[in-house]
């Protein structure tokens, strides 16, 4: 696997378009259109926060039917807490692409990120659709991932080529978020574009394991944002063989996944703003993988032991009393080992001497920095 | 109710005692004794921390009997995660006042905050136990609020006096912690002295009442203490009349303590270092009281909020995004209102429309300060 510019471009048969429509202050790009010639198994895994946006609603809709050619993103708006106008303005986005591309109404996913709880101005996306639909090209995919960018400070892409019964099959994947940056305004988006040819029930399960082991093993501050998405499209133009869920090109194609959404999992970590470390978090001896997570995400959501972490200063009593606190089965004399802090990557290994599950979860350190980026942020 | 100096040897029947053992590294007072002249009823509630530190055990353990005499606290270690060493410091330090003060030992309760992980050093402990014994007096209740101490910038008191069957009944309390301070290090310890008399199964309704709707309603970061203990001896020497759970004079108390309980989890959140603004966060309109509180603590252990709140910057999509995450069950329109953000007091209303039930959760804003403090702090 290796980063490539262009990641969404590179599967047979995508192309995106990206344009600045107003929607940021500072003009920049903020509208994006992923495309597939041909019609795409389509899946997604949305943030499970009780006032999903729009948008993320209009998905599950548009998703029941396992299938979609596009989606368009837009960044500086979340179009959130925005009501039945802001439903409208998602749904009215979708059928206006649709139009324009030719497609039917569901065919077209929406996602959007950006301030919360301030309408969406639809007639700038309005506008904008029809330039953007016109400008669909092979070599915009890493002008999508800058247009999907809010305060990240580099665009997130990365690619990765398999050989699925004799067919080069290609992934392609931006992300967006978040980081210590500004979670609320920044939503972890995750686009994936794949050539291969999947069942829609294959390619589900792979998404949801590869999430599972990636954007769902980092916490940034516990903050869970309304608009978090991840979707996936997979034309099929690769041609190669059919999949069953137990052989081993499933198994190639899953693993080749979970390594793109782990890749950009990380990116996503390195380059929270205001971070100065990047932390692995690894328990073991847990009773089972679930509690090992949840110790884990206990220690990354801990501002005091961030804090100390930033201050390199080795306070270990600070992960006892977070996992005495999680809930997680543990021995009391658990086991903790902890890097040198002066170095920018930590990794903390804590056994909690139970049983057999383990889970590695990453984070960043809590700094002022990130707290006066949030609190100017508006 | 007002603020008293020297609010624990108030109610008839109470001494105090406290001295610099050499704990604290500045030399402070850093133990204490709070000491019933005649038999108490006695309860206390504590942490649900997994790995409740040494003294929280022996407290569980010499409670049982639902009677105390004497509370010895130290401040500086927490005497947590020292394993069978720091258990048998605890249950020692318990041993060795009984028998300085003529008890048995399970008439002793042991208390301990400060850092988490290291021995407390019982030589000290015993060394300093003699003079503190023979020190006992009617005037040192402010020394004792002193000694609790750790990165506090004062000493919490209170006391309160009400009228019982014709008695007059007198409540003292001092507290400690915890604030944005750092705790781990501060944790939340509260020690209640009255000379009221009241069974054993009427303090304790009193007092899961008065900390569920007190100390139980402040969050600082989230962040649980091994070592939290909130202690209360109750005497009997103000000699009213026997109260069952549903007359006027329990209530009368009851609501007494509740009083005093939440202006000491206030006194909490008024001194949390770092902090710049003293924040309540008042819920109503959910499924029921405990949804309320759920999604209060939501909004109160939101980083992103608090940062916001820092900043003097009005970003209320940061509340949505928390009590969407919260599982609280809310309208997708509930309404929000903010006082100015300006003031040290701010005030946050959230309407979740859904039905009556309601909360008010206490907490501070997320600072440079605390970030500074507590990447400094070991």
């Given at each position: 696997m290796s980063k490539y510019k262009n990641a969404l471009c590179r599967p047979k048969g995508f192309k995106c378009a990206a344009l600045a429509c107003g929607l940021k202050k500072n003009k920049g790009l903020d509208l994006a259109l992923i495309y597939s010639e041909v019609p795409a198994a389509a899946c997604g895994m949305f943030t499970r926060n009780r006032f999903a946006a729009s948008p993320v609603k209009i998905c599950q809709e548009h998703l029941k039917r396992g299938q979609a050619q596009a989606i368009v993103v837009n960044s500086g708006n979340a179009n959130c807490y925005t009501g039945k106008m802001g439903l409208?303005?998602?749904?009215?986005?979708?059928?206006?692409?649709?139009?324009?591309?030719?497609?039917?109404?569901?065919?077209?996913?929406?996602?959007?990120?950006?301030?919360?709880?301030?309408?969406?101005?639809?007639?700038?996306?309005?506008?904008?659709?029809?330039?953007?639909?016109?400008?669909?090209?092979?070599?915009?995919?890493?002008?999508?991932?800058?247009?999907?960018?809010?305060?990240?400070?580099?665009?997130?892409?990365?690619?990765?080529?398999?050989?699925?019964?004799?067919?080069?099959?290609?992934?392609?994947?931006?992300?967006?978020?978040?980081?210590?940056?500004?979670?609320?305004?920044?939503?972890?988006?995750?686009?994936?574009?794949?050539?291969?040819?999947?069942?829609?029930?294959?390619?589900?399960?792979?998404?949801?394991?590869?999430?599972?082991?990636?954007?769902?093993?980092?916490?940034?501050?516990g903050c869970m944002s309304t608009n978090d998405s991840v979707i996936i499209l997979a034309n099929g133009l690769a041609g190669n063989r059919p999949m069953s869920l137990n052989d081993d090109n499933f198994m190639k194609f899953k693993t080749a996944l979970k390594k793109i959404c782990l890749g950009l999992a990380k990116m996503i970590v390195s380059d929270a703003e205001g971070a100065s470390k990047f932390m692995t978090i690894k328990v073991s001896g847990a009773r089972n993988n679930a509690e090992a997570k949840k110790a884990g995400l206990a220690v990354a959501n801990s501002n005091l032991f961030k804090a100390a972490v930033y201050g390199e200063n080795r306070n270990l009593g600070r992960i006892i009393a977070a996992i005495g606190a999680s809930g997680a089965k543990a021995k009391e004399d658990i086991a903790i080992a902890c890097g040198s802090l002066k170095k920018k990557d930590v990794t903390v290994k804590v056994d909690l001497k139970i049983g057999s599950g383990e889970a590695a979860v990453y984070t960043s350190d809590l700094t002022p920095e990130y707290i006066r980026i949030n609190a100017g942020y508006n």
């Open positions: 409208r303005v998602a749904r009215e986005t979708a059928q206006l692409a649709a139009k324009l591309l030719g497609l039917k109404a569901h065919s077209v996913l929406v996602a959007s990120t950006g301030i919360i709880g301030r309408q969406l101005d639809f007639t700038k996306i309005k506008k904008a659709l029809p330039v953007l639909a016109g400008s669909l090209d092979k070599n915009n995919g890493a002008k999508a991932a800058r247009a999907i960018m809010t305060t990240d400070t580099k665009p997130k892409e990365l690619a990765a080529k398999i050989n699925i019964s004799g067919k080069p099959v290609t992934i392609g994947a931006i992300a967006k978020g978040a980081g210590m940056i500004a979670p609320d305004m920044a939503t972890m988006l995750c686009f994936i574009t794949t050539d291969v040819l999947i069942a829609y029930s294959g390619l589900k399960a792979a998404l949801k394991e590869a999430v599972d082991t990636s954007f769902n093993l980092l916490s940034i501050d």
